[in-house]
């Protein structure tokens, strides 16, 4: 019997494929456009160029144990204890396995946390089995930092063994300074009290770690991956001399120093990212004489990336992030729930956090290849890229004095104020894609639940007596929601949101891409867009205006019927009662004439989406 398949070549009968042949085709593609428009860059200026050849002669990096899962961490923020004791039994029983208890003050606590008392400490780790396995991290920040203290006496007082507990302390004053921009003490004076509690915990028996090196400070501000993995190495550098000064070796100090990074939707700048990490560490380990021994990172995803627009979006973007931070061999992972941005997260995103690590591990077996990266040309070469950038920085802040003084100097904050700043335009340029926010708005979304919670009220902290620029956490789609806020305001105080009437000229098929483009253009800073039929008379274009009690119009059409068309229809809206006229595509040498016709903007890809939305919305209000 003869099989279907018999006649079908094999794979050894095709001609191999070569980069040349490849070229030959990208070049039909881009019909004389330079190569170099396919070739990307970072925000630290390293290339992404769209093919490489299988890197040879490299080894995995190292990272957790063979086939071992990450801990898959649940964050524990709410301001009640109480609550928060049955969110955090709730999730160990339903596949979590760690708690990242975060306590009010500290550096991700983003309004809420936990009251960082003994007797709020004894409450949310009631019947919390700490021997068992079960990972914690702290995360604390200067007004909070003795809940690390009331931790060590909870698990004192129940009669366990410190060194069973899997307990990472996060003690890390130089990320607390990054972001407050200020500090009372100088770091000359920081070091001994962090060390002291170092050796104090650790004299009890306690394994660590204890110092964090948080990158997610520069991440959450808007600095780029070369920038993030600079900062945790001048940090845990800073940690490795404080411990080694206070009189403990090396051998002992290199376990008390973890990391933490900040994993977001770019997939392979994050699996870098941490590979990268990974890589430089063990070459400061080596130049400290120290046999290399795998990093602890914790990643969290990324707090810059939610929005608060279509939030379920934010579900697509972690999975993303904890997709890449799990394959980079990231030893623990937090999924900040996709409301985090709304408010304090209800059930069902506590849940939908967790279970996005639980499927990834257990319906995708993630977990079961250590670094599946290794020898990929792309990611191979990013890794080395950010590597040698990354170095490079972290030695500009050793020079500089390390980490503190780097701060002071505003090291860090110029570069990351820079980073910000071409990452800002690119947002508002819609080159970064933020979808629900900048790009596919949707004007009627449902309210999004979150629970009700009073966040916990902290004393001042200390003299602003020595005071540099500040690293606060910012989320890259704050400028098209305050727009989106404008909106609401105006929907809730007259009943209608702003409006613009999409001037539709000639057939659909002249002007339904345009209007399509409008339409997302508008209504991703709140200003409704109002369709139309395709109109060629400019009185019933006029007369279709007047009945849309629209304040704006968009004339969306071919280039073709522009010729045509463009200028009647513009003067015909200007006398309907509009002096507020768009047209969509770009500019061109009839620029002149549409202007003198009334068009007073182009709303096109690549322009300036957010600056046009803000000035539409200046206009709507002086008319």
């Known amino acids: 019997m003869t099989s279907v398949t018999d006649d079908l070549p094999l794979a050894a009968d095709f001609p191999k494929a070569t980069v040349e042949d490849w070229r030959k085709l990208v070049d039909g593609v881009l019909k004389g456009a330079p190569f170099e428009k396919l070739v990307g860059k970072t925000y630290d200026g390293l290339k992404i160029d769209p093919l490489y050849p299988r890197a040879r002669g490299v080894a995995p990096v190292v990272g957790r144990a063979a086939a071992a899962p990450w801990q898959i961490m649940q964050r524990i923020d709410h301001p009640d204890a109480t609550a928060a004791n049955a969110q955090a039994l709730q999730d160990l029983e339903n596949g979590a396995t760690g708690l990242a208890l975060v306590f009010a003050g500290g550096n991700d606590a983003h309004g809420f946390g936990l009251e960082p008392t003994a007797d709020a400490v004894a409450k949310v780790l009631k019947d919390i089995h700490l021997d068992a396995g079960i990972g914690i991290e702290l995360q604390i920040g200067p007004q909070s ?6 931790v060590a006496e909870y698990v004192k007082s129940k009669g366990l063994d410190p060194a069973a507990c899997d307990i990472r302390f996060g003690l890390d004053p130089l990320a607390a300074c990054a972001v407050w921009g200020h500090s009372p003490y100088t770091w000359e004076e920081i070091a001994p009290a962090v060390t002291g509690g170092i050796k104090g915990l650790a004299a009890l028996g306690f394994k660590g770690p204890f110092a964090s090196a948080d990158g997610r400070v520069i991440h959450d501000a808007g600095g780029s991956e070369v920038q993030e993995l600079a900062f945790v190495l001048a940090c845990g550098v800073a940690y490795l001399r404080a411990i080694e000064g206070a009189g403990v070796p090396l051998e002992a100090a290199q376990g008390m120093v973890y990391a933490r990074l900040a994993a977001d939707a770019d997939q392979f700048l994050t699996m870098a990212k941490f590979r990268a990490l990974r890589l430089l560490w063990a070459r400061i380990e080596t130049a400290c004489g120290l046999t290399p021994k795998p990093l602890f990172i914790a990643a969290d995803t990324a707090w810059r990336m939610l929005t608060q627009r279509a939030p379920y979006v934010n579900m697509l973007r972690a999975t993303m992030a904890t997709f890449a931070a799990g394959l980079a061999g990231a030893n623990a992972i937090t999924v900040l729930p996709h409301t985090l941005a709304l408010g304090l997260p209800d059930p069902f995103a506590r849940r939908v956090a967790r279970n996005t690590q639980l499927l990834l591990l257990e319906e995708s077996n993630l977990a079961k290849v250590s670094d599946p990266a290794a020898g990929a040309g792309g990611i191979e070469t990013l890794t080395a890229q950010l590597c040698e950038a990354a170095w490079a920085l972290f030695q500009e802040s050793e020079k500089a004095g390390g980490a503190f003084a780097a701060l002071q100097q505003g090291l860090f904050q110029s570069k990351v104020a820079a980073a910000r700043k071409a990452r800002d335009a690119n947002i508002a340029k819609r080159r970064d894609v933020l979808t629900g926010a900048s790009e596919f708005p949707n004007l009627h979304e449902r309210e999004t639940a979150v629970l009700n919670a009073t966040p916990v009220a902290l004393a001042p902290y200390g003299e602003q007596k020595y005071k540099f620029d500040a690293l606060p956490p910012i989320r890259l789609a704050e400028p098209f929601e305050a727009l989106r806020d404008k909106s609401d305001a105006a929907l809730k105080a007259h009943g209608a949101r702003p409006k613009v009437f999409l001037a539709n000229l000639g057939t659909p098929a002249d002007f339904t891409a345009r209007a399509t483009f409008a339409k997302s253009f508008f209504e991703a800073g709140g200003i409704q867009a109002i369709d ?46 509009t002096r507020h006229i768009y047209l969509a595509g770009r500019p061109t040498e009839a620029e002149a004439g549409l202007r003198a016709a009334g068009v007073t903007g182009f709303v096109f890809a690549g322009g300036d989406a957010l600056a046009t939305l803000q000035d539409a919305y200046r206009r709507m209000e002086q008319a």
Not at 145 to 150: D, E, K, S, V
């Open 145 to 150: 930092r003795m809940a690390a203290i009331h």
């Open 532 to 577: 139309s039929e395709g109109f060629a008379d400019p009185a019933k274009l006029a007369a279709a205006f007047r009945a849309s009690g629209a304040e704006l119009a968009c004339l969306c059409s071919s280039d073709k019927v522009y010729a045509e068309h463009a200028e009647a229809a513009a003067k015909a809206l200007q006398t309907a009662g």
